[in-house]
């Protein structure tokens, strides 16, 4: 029988466990302090996920189509968080000529004001990060990039830009000696990119 890394006396024997509880404890943290920084604003961790995206990333992705796909949402449930952004003045859009239906979505000046305040909301998870050692931190990008990769090809995450999934990747059969045929160089494990603005799926 699969034992459960929640089970303490599974757990304490074995570290795949305590990796994953780990893991775990991470991801509240980051729910905990994306949560305050939401409060701080009168906004939903949701409202304050989008306006992040939003500075940061291109007008192809500024859509309710592929916002849905990046938030693992229903068109709905986006369209319905836009209204409210709209109605906050935090956002404005831009609809299609042909289609007016469509529609590109834009930070506003009080939008971006706050997007740039709160996308530091991970300051706290920052700090003992900058304290690693240069091969600590290889370590654990390269760590998490393969559990992020394996997650990817489960079904789990939905929407990635990494390398690892990107038409322009290439390694070799041990992984290594990862090469960018877009930037046409070869990449050391530091410069592989967790959100790329120039990927493009792999078939």
Known sequence: MEK???DLSYQNQHIDGKIVVALERISQAFRVLLWNES???SLSPIQVQLLIFLLHHGEIKRKVSYLAKEFNMTKAT???TIKTLE???LITKTHESLDTRSYTIHLSDKGRAIA???AL???ELQTPIDKLSADDKDNLLMSLIGIIHHLTKAGVITV?????TCLYYRSNQYGAAHYCQLLNKKLEQTELRVDCAEHTYAD
């Open 4 to 6: 459960s890394p929640f």
């Open 121 to 123: 909301f991970t300051r």
């Open 39 to 41: 409060k701080e604003h």
């Open 116 to 118: 740039c305040q709160t």
């Open 78 to 80: 986006i369209s319905d």
């Open 87 to 89: 109605h906050k003045g």
């Open 160 to 164: 990635q830009r990494m390398c690892f």
